[in-house]
């Protein structure tokens, strides 16, 4: 893998078809790179992306707010299974 900012624009250019394609529209989206086997951009600015400058993964997570329920809409849920950070 080498964390290419070009292969990332591929990937969210292809992810952003398929959902128009699914009838979902989502407003404020956030694309994150990340690659989770060594923890990049999950909790730490990754080294590997130097040309990355958002947010990392945990950071948007908690700055979620919370979904108003509606009927018409799909909900989006993400469960986050295991978590092997030894900071934790």
Do not use: C
């Not at 292809?14 to 959902?19: E, G």
């Not at 990392?56 to 092997?84: A, G, N, Y």
């Amino acid at each position: 893998m080498d964390f290419s900012k070009t292969r990332f624009d591929e990937i969210i250019t292809k992810l952003k078809k398929y959902t128009k394609k699914l009838g979902l529209e989502f407003k404020n989206e956030v694309f994150i790179p990340v690659s989770a086997h060594k923890e990049d951009n999950i909790f730490n600015q990754s080294t590997k992306m130097s040309w990355y400058k958002g947010k990392q993964f945990f950071q948007v997570m908690d700055e979620l707010k919370p979904l108003k329920k509606s009927k018409s809409k799909i909900l989006f849920r993400m469960p986050i299974d295991k978590i092997t950070n030894p900071e934790i």
